[in-house]
Each structure stands twice: as structure tokens, then as C-alpha cells.
């Protein structure tokens, strides 16, 4: 049974670029969430997809948008980088109605 | 706002040198409390959830209780590969994951 899948999981940008990270979730998942992990704090809630909907999103600027697809894999998108953008970008996966969130290995991001 | 503290934020034990991790929290209508595993470089990877006061749960050396304001992650005669970054996070009633910064872990053979 695979798990959560990212892709790419590193990555370099300049400031100004655009960025598009994959994620396919568990198998038996249809709720796909993304989160920002700078280094040595904790995941900061991006934004939750579900039926190919923006569910929930957090603090986070409309530069940080996303899609659901109709095989419930996920892209999220950045626009205009800055340096400030440089983290783990983690994808978790969960069904609807449970409140587990199994998570992905992470893309790492970093903005020069 | 919802809020989760963790404590401390690194601690270094001696093989086989019980201790406990702690996770305070303030959240708007707790549906669950995670804890997760997080090594260097790799998401998190699950390892409990709580859902009301007095619940505990066990896996190998590892053991997590629940009160109305705080939780504990106990470690039992930890070894070194249990060396990570153990993450601690609630779920709200809106549905919304709040997490710690987490506390990390060093235990020296």
C-alpha cells in the first residue's frame, strides 16, 4: 500500500519564479492538506482540499494556490518567490471523516 | 486562538533514562491530540491520537496520556533510534490542525 507521495523532493528557485509541488495521497484518501515546516518549527497549515475544493486555508497570501484533481492527488503553486518562501512543504493525506493526517516525505523548497 | 506549547523544546537522555515529553494546549472544541514522529529531512510520521481526557494509548516505550489541558508522551527506557523531533498537534471543531514546534530528542548509547 503506497503512501503519501511528493514530488519533486528538492527543489532551487530564485527569487521571482514560480514553483509547482505534487503530492498523491494514500491509497483510501480523498482529503489532501498542505503544510509549511521552516526550519525548527512545527507545520503551518497551508490549505485542505477536498472534492477538487479549497475546503480551509490558513495565513497564508493568495501567491499560495492549489488544485485537487478527480484522482485526488494535489499541486500546489507558488507565484512570485521570496526568499521568505524557502521550507519543507509537506502534503497530508486523510479520509473525510477520520481525523489522521498521514503526511508525505516533503519537497524541500529552497528560494536563492 | 488556538495554541499548542511544547516543553521542553530539546532534551538529551542516556539510554534507558525515562522521561516525559508534555504538549499544553488551548483550542476551541478539541476533536483529537496527535503526537508524531518527525526524523531529519522527513515528514512526520504518525503515532497516536487522543480524544478525550484520561485516554492513553501504548506503543513499544512510547506511551501518551490526555488531560482537558495538556498531554504527555512518556518514553520508557529509550534507546538511540528513538532520536527524533516528536511532534505534538490538535484537531479543533472547525476541523483546522494546530501543531507544536515540537520537542527533540537525543538519546546517547
Known amino acids: 500500500d503506497a503512501g503519501v507521495t511528493q514530488s519533486p523532493t528538492h527543489l532551487i528557485k530564485t527569487r521571482g519564479q514560480q514553483v509547482t509541488l505534487r503530492c498523491s495521497p494514500k491509497s483510501g484518501h480523498d482529503t489532501v492538506s498542505w503544510y509549511q515546516q521552516a526550519l525548527g518549527q512545527g507545520p503551518q497549515f497551508i490549505f485542505q482540499y477536498y472534492e477538487e475544493e479549497e475546503r480551509q486555508r490558513g495565513n497564508f497570501p493568495d501567491r499560495f494556490s492549489g488544485h485537487q484533481f478527480p484522482n485526488y492527488s494535489s499541486e500546489l503553486n507558488v507565484n512570485a518567490l521570496l526568499l521568505g518562501d524557502s521550507a519543507l512543504y509537506l502534503c497530508a493525506s486523510s479520509a473525510v471523516h477520520t481525523g489522521e493526517l498521514f503526511f508525505g516525505e516533503g519537497s524541500r523548497l529552497t528560494v536563492l | 486562538e488556538d495554541q499548542v506549547t511544547q516543553s521542553p523544546e530539546a532534551l538529551r537522555l542516556q539510554e534507558g533514562e525515562s522521561s516525559s515529553l508534555n504538549c499544553s494546549y488551548t483550542v476551541s472544541g478539541l476533536r483529537g491530540l496527535f503526537w508524531y514522529r518527525q526524523d531529519p529531512g522527513k515528514g512526520p510520521e504518525f503515532l497516536f491520537t487522543?480524544?478525550?481526557a484520561g485516554e492513553e494509548k501504548e506503543k513499544e516505550r512510547l506511551k501518551a496520556t490526555l488531560t482537558k489541558k495538556e498531554s504527555f508522551l512518556h518514553i520508557t527506557a529509550p534507546k538511540p533510534e528513538d532520536s527524533a523531533t516528536y511532534l505534538c498537534?490538535?484537531?479543533?471543531?472547525?476541523?483546522?490542525?494546530?501543531f507544536g514546534t515540537g520537542t527533540s530528542l537525543t538519546v546517547i548509547p
Open positions: 487522543l480524544y478525550s
Open positions: 498537534a490538535v484537531q479543533d471543531s472547525g476541523n483546522q490542525f494546530y
